[in-house]
């Protein structure tokens, strides 16, 4: 067998990672591939044979200091080559020294802890299907509030600034954010989004469980209901109470890992995570 060649992803490509994680069953967003390129387009690889893709892996850094890690993902027929360790060695390589974070599925805990990684908390996927609720009054569109509040409030919950990537989020076609203000202050937001398979709403930053309850039914309600998947990190027992009032049952997790230690971070504040792919 010819020698792996491992190379960049060029933006227009990384449609290629998206479908891979897809056929995985992680359920990507339809416009996925395109906002994961903006934060660093340099943070995706492509390991080839022959011209033939057989490996994938993005690590994107965000800024100085972080960096996530995802679509670690081996053809299934060369799994156990070394082909895996080798792109994964590139990823690692372009973050240093930065701490990297991932959403790794529970059954490799073990082999991300021989390189580095720590466990932080378990994200659990709810799923499930609802029905379209009526729009909550006092709820406004997310892309009318100051994008600066967004960033300020955004930084409570993730380990870096993301300003681009969440301009982009945010206001990418298909996308609706919804967001609930008290006293002018930023009390909620989220945004949904469509996927593969139904919907999912993430990022939901919320100051508890009423207000994350909020948000949550005014995008249900742009929505039209249907089919809905929601990433809740563990520890927010609040959130997972969020989820089970929903009626959603849980349909997998991972595991979230780090190399080091973040910025003091509010995750019981996090009633829903981005994305598993970039954090």
Known sequence: ?????????????????????????????????????????????????????????????YDDRFAFLGFYIVRADLRGSGHGLRIWNAAIAHAR??????????????????????????????????????????????????????????????????????G??????????RALMRDGKLAAWGVIRPCRTGCKIGPLVADDRVAAETIVQALLASAGGGEIFLDVPAVNHQAIALAEGLGLKPVFETARMYTGPTAPLRIDRVFGVTSFELG
Not at 113 to 139: C, D, E, H, W
Not at 143 to 162: C, S
Not at 168 to 176: N, S
């Open 1 to 61: 067998m010819s020698e792996l060649h491992i190379r960049n992803l060029r933006p227009e490509e990384i449609s290629l990672a998206v479908d891979w994680a897809a056929a995985e069953g992680w359920n990507p967003g339809l416009s996925d591939a395109a906002c994961f390129a903006i934060p660093d387009a340099q943070g995706f690889f492509l390991g080839e044979i022959d011209g033939e893709p057989v490996a994938t892996v993005s690590c994107v850094n």
């Open 97 to 166: 020294p930065r701490v990297i974070g991932l959403d790794g599925v529970v059954a490799q805990q073990d082999n991300y802890m021989k390189s580095g990684f720590q466990l932080a908390y378990a994200n659990i996927r709810y799923g499930g299907t609802v029905g379209a609720p009526k729009p909550p009054a006092g709820v406004v569109a997310l892309e009318t509030v100051p994008f600066a509040l967004v960033e300020a409030d955004d930084a409570t919950v993730f380990p870096a600034k993301r300003s681009a990537f969440l």
């Open 168 to 177: 982009v989020w945010i206001g990418t076609k298909g996308h609706v954010g």
